[in-house]
């Protein structure tokens, strides 16, 4: 395919149909100036009955915008229109003069039809014929046995036996109403399912895990990259398969989950295969988290930044000085009441000690289903994800009282889970992540990510515009439900470095759609599926997975 035909411009293909859904709505204005009326005669040829004419005026507005998102379904749709009218003009009646503005427009359409690259899912097209088969169906029922047909629309003999099966043979006067109303609610169902984007495809299967897992280990993985390998994601790769980007796709917009992983040389490629796909099937490209190193690969994308990504420095980290009372007072506090720590590779823990950690998180968490996306992993203490480890505090009896869970990437380690029975002494998260921060030193470990300090520079100012202050109040009022000012707050006390992230987006048009499905995603329930008796170990060969211990 010619690539200068591919990135064509399409707006002048929108433009025109919205032109001429505007023509086609003038027979249902009343009032309207005859040269209007002369100028729809034009365009549409023969007026259509008011119903009718809005009914497609409003169809080519989705038309056009599907025109415009280059999808292949409005071109075909475009040029069944125009061999409407080439039809009309040579078996309606319509006027000859309007040959030559009907091949002006199919002679368009032929030369841009590389332009329209979205072609319509299998999907889509087998739920277009169910829902024109249901219209058919509905239409005949309606007809013959709900609403009658005349005697004059159908032979004596037939009228004569349907009228001895009991039925009304008069007709009724409601069913021309009536099957209009279904045609043009069909008719939009129709063109919209038609023009509608891929559906979300399937996760990546375990082949494509186990060599996501591969490149998350590769040094050049950032520390979001151990979160591509959630079960829910799916996976695009560069050329070389050296990088890969793990996405989900909610309400036709697909996000990726922070950075590609892998080989930075690959990154960009990475990118651009992410972003050919989402050309090709419609979506609606987004990034939740992109690096500010990376936000000009994303080409033309808009971006904003929503926040910092919140790091410890081991081999700088000390519990001395001034600033760090307040940490040093909650680790002490935990040695008062006897609690003892240890860190240990998740694959090392046993059934009884994961099931008494399992319950700790039950009873962390309420109840409530595990939620997160961006730095939110599943598979909790099965062995599943390799690199991962877990810092385990137990009271002074031996049992175990919080957890938290960290996850290998490159050369960084990130944190996962944090989990604490609620009646448990106060300064246990401090605690382990102190105790993380000197494992990780010992490890040379370059850098221990927490989480996300969202709107950390809102939080932070000291004096805000009328507008930020609205904003916080909104953050101060939303915390009981979203902690990010608590959680910025307990982040604070470490003295930690921030990387800002950013959110990557197509248009500000997609804005509705892109926050629904980032809240969505960050909220939702996080869909975890146990392992059945397999590890993900970036080692074994593909189709061999290791058995877990």
């Not at 292949?72 to 040959?99: E, I, Q, S, T």
């Not at 029975?421 to 992540?433: Q, V, Y």
């Not at 197509?506 to 759609?513: A, K, L, N, Y």
């Amino acid at each position: 395919m010619d690539a200068a035909k591919h990135t064509a411009p399409t707006w002048p293909h929108a433009i025109a149909t919205l032109g001429v859904g505007g023509m086609l709505s003038v027979p249902a204005v009343n009032g309207t100036p005859s040269w209007l009326d002369r100028l729809s005669l034009l365009a549409t040829g023969r007026p259509l009955a008011p119903a009718h004419a809005v009914v497609l005026g409003i169809a080519l507005v989705f038309v056009a915008r599907g025109a415009l998102l280059r999808r292949r379904a409005a071109w075909y749709g475009l040029m069944v229109m125009v061999g409407m009218g080439f039809a009309a003009v040579a078996f309606g009646g319509d006027a000859y003069w309007r040959l030559p503005l009907l091949a002006a427009a199919a002679v368009a359409l032929w030369v841009s039809r590389d332009t329209f690259v979205v072609r319509p899912h299998p999907d889509r097209v087998r739920s277009a014929i169910r829902i024109g088969a249901v219209l058919v169906v509905s239409a005949a029922v309606l007809t013959v046995v709900l609403g009658g047909v005349t005697i004059s629309s159908v032979g004596p003999d037939l009228a004569q036996g349907l009228a001895a099966t009991g039925g009304p043979s008069g007709g009724a006067a409601w069913l021309p109403g009536a099957l209009s109303m279904i045609g043009g609610v069909g008719l939009l169902v129709l063109v919209v399912t038609l023009l509608a984007p891929d559906p979300a495809p399937p996760p990546g299967d375990e082949d494509e895990r186990r060599r996501v897992a591969r490149l998350v280990s590769h040094p050049g993985s950032d520390t979001l990259a151990p979160f591509a390998l959630r079960r829910d994601k799916s996976y695009v790769f560069s050329p070389d398969g050296r990088a890969a980007i793990g996405y989900r796709v909610l309400f036709g917009v697909a996000v990726a989950g922070g950075d590609p992983v892998g080989d930075a040389d690959s990154h960009d490629a990475a990118i651009n295969a992410f972003l050919e796909l989402c050309r090709r099937t419609g979506w609606r490209p987004a990034v939740l988290g992109a690096s500010t190193d990376l936000v000009p690969s994303w080409g033309g994308l808009r971006s904003f930044g929503f926040g910092d990504e919140v790091v410890l420095f081991p081999d700088s980290f000390s519990l001395s000085g001034r600033q760090m009372r307040n940490v040093r007072q909650a680790v002490k506090r935990t040695h008062n009441f006897g609690v003892k720590s240890e860190v240990v590779p998740e694959r090392e823990i046993g059934a009884e000690l994961r099931g008494r950690l399992l319950d700790v998180a039950s009873r962390s968490l309420g109840g409530a289903a595990e939620r997160g996306f961006s730095m939110n992993l599943d598979e909790l203490l099965t062995g599943y994800h390799p690199g991962a480890v877990v810092a385990v505090a137990y009271d002074e009896h031996g049992d175990p009282i919080a957890f938290q869970r960290y996850v290998m990437a490159g050369q960084g380690l990130s944190l996962d889970a944090m989990r604490r029975l609620p009646e448990a002494p106060n300064g246990l998260n401090e605690r382990l992540i102190v105790d993380i921060a000197e494992w990780a030193k010992e490890q040379r470990v370059d850098v221990v990510s927490l989480n996300f300090a969202a709107f950390r520079e809102l939080l932070d100012a000291e004096e805000r515009n009328p507008v930020e202050k609205a904003g916080y109040q909104a953050l101060h009022l939303l915390d009981p439900w979203i902690a990010v000012e608590s959680l910025y707050l307990f982040d604070r006390k470490f003295r930690p470095g921030y990387r800002p992230r950013s959110i990557v987006f197509r248009s500000w048009t997609d804005i509705g759609w892109l926050a629904a499905a980032l809240l969505t995603l960050e909220f939702g329930r996080t869909g975890s599926v146990p392992a059945a008796g397999t590890v993900l170990d970036p080692a074994t060969p593909m189709g061999h997975p290791e058995s877990s211990h």
